[in-house]
């Protein structure tokens, strides 16, 4: 079994992944959201999403190696990590989501936890296995990006399969798209979208999963400034799934939601 150190990742881009995904995740679901199901206080919540708004503020430095990655900044996060995990600890969130009565296969896969703690309808009465998938297939692989700003406001986006997270970018078999909702936002926003299906994103469409994606074009959540005030730095707020063109009701299951610094 994973042990506490390992489900919650020390390292500053696993970490990151973790917490973004996890936010994101707790707060889905109607009218019972995933941290009702599994058992976390509203003061869990808010923690939770506490430890995530003090991380956006110097991920982007992390990110911009040039004029803010520094020693003192490298320690600040990862004192950001170090107190998320004893929180989670003290608070044993981890363990009240392993005892979740419905827990399911996405649960495990948002919480690095092993997938034999899931108990799913598949699990209890298995489908047969079909030779190919085709037309009639919904699949449940989530696409787990790799998102890397490269300037200009052009962030370079790499889709894995959420098992594979690794080798090259590709999509399923019988998939010939990648969807994805976008929108930009500056740095330090509240009530940043946490569902694909907020109005402030647009949704696009890709035939490739390696690409290059301009963000210039996402900019009408940004607020007005003040004469003279100095703009704060930007993000972007993504979701994908994977998708069908010519049968869109079986597209794949949307993922949670990722942010990237914008350069």
């Not at 998320?84 to 827990?103: D, H, M, W």
């Not at 869109?248 to 299951?253: C, E, S, Y």
Request: one cysteine or more.
């Amino acid at each position: 079994m994973a042990s506490k150190t390992t489900i919650i990742p020390r390292d500053i881009k696993g970490f990151n992944n973790y917490i973004v995904r996890t936010c994101a995740y707790l707060v889905l679901g109607a009218p019972i959201t995933n941290a009702v199901r599994f058992n976390w206080t509203a003061s869990n919540l808010s923690a939770w999403q506490a430890f995530l708004a003090q991380w956006n503020q110097l991920y982007a430095q992390y990110i911009n190696k040039k004029s803010g990655y520094t020693t003192d900044t490298r320690n600040s996060r990862l004192g950001i990590i170090a107190s998320a995990i004893l929180y989670a600890e003290t608070n044993k969130l981890i363990e009240l989501v392993k005892a979740t009565v419905s827990l399911n296969q996405t649960d495990c896969s948002m919480f690095n936890l092993p997938a034999k703690l899931a108990v799913t309808p598949s699990s209890l009465h298995p489908i047969p296995k079909t030779k190919a998938p085709d037309k009639t297939v919904i699949t449940e692989e989530l696409v787990y990006p790799e998102i890397i700003p490269i300037g200009g406001g052009i962030l370079h986006i790499k889709a894995y399969l959420e098992k594979k997270q690794s080798g090259r970018p590709h999509k399923p078999g019988g998939f010939d798209l990648l969807e994805y909702a976008v929108a930009v936002f500056y740095l330090g926003t509240t009530g940043l979208p946490a569902t694909p299906g907020d109005t402030r994103l647009s949704i696009e469409h890709s035939s490739k999963s390696n690409f290059k994606l301009t963000t210039t074009t996402y900019t009408s959540n940004l607020t007005t400034l003040a004469a003279g005030a100095i703009a704060p730095s930007k993000i972007a707020i993504l979701f994908f799934r994977w998708a069908k063109s010519k049968h869109p009701t079986l597209d794949g299951p949307w993922s949670v939601g990722f942010s990237s610094p914008i350069l």
